[in-house]
């Protein structure tokens, strides 16, 4: 009847989807500064890793010079364990997420997923951080003298 109070109620969906927008947008607000800086907190940290392998490993770094590897070599050598140890921490994020997402969605009730193109790129982007923040110690190990890194023990 007309003299009734309305029991029922009307939902735009474009003002709730303008909302949900509106809240996503606040929140990587937020989130993409935060992550910058743990990036390169987090690449501060390898290059201090291994600027301690190289200084740990300068006796070895001198003989494989000795019997004729190459600074390249060297070069290479250190950038790949630089780019696999942040791809190995990668790696552990992305389980530690995945596990994150598996207790949302049974304790929330909220479905929530990983695709395939947010794993490649959490793993490309690991990566090419520790290849960045490895370019120096590994120029360090390249640069080193034989004679001097084999008369050196730590």
């Known amino acids: 009847k007309g003299s009734e109070e309305d029991d029922f109620g009307v939902v735009n969906v474009e003002d709730l989807n303008k909302q949900i927008d509106q809240f996503t947008g606040s929140i ?10 743990t990036l390169l907190v987090g690449g501060i940290v390898v290059m201090n890793i291994m600027l301690v392998s190289v200084t740990e490993r300068t006796f070895e770094i001198g003989l494989r010079k000795a019997v004729g590897a ?3 070599q060297i070069l290479m050598q ?7 140890l942040c791809a190995f ?14 207790l949302i969605t049974a304790l929330a009730g909220i479905t929530m997923t990983i695709t395939i193109g947010y ?25 080193l003298d034989p004679i001097i890194a084999l008369t050196k023990t730590t």
């Open 28 to 37: 990587a607000a937020v989130v993409v500064p935060i992550t910058a800086i």
């Open 70 to 72: 190459t600074r390249k």
């Open 78 to 84: 250190f950038q790949i364990e630089s780019g696999m």
């Open 119 to 143: 794993v490649l790129l959490s793993l490309i982007v690991s990566t090419v951080i520790g290849m960045i923040f490895g370019i120096y110690p590994a120029f360090k190990a390249a640069r």
């Open 89 to 102: 921490g990668g790696l552990i994020g992305l389980l530690t997420a995945y596990g994150a997402v598996q």
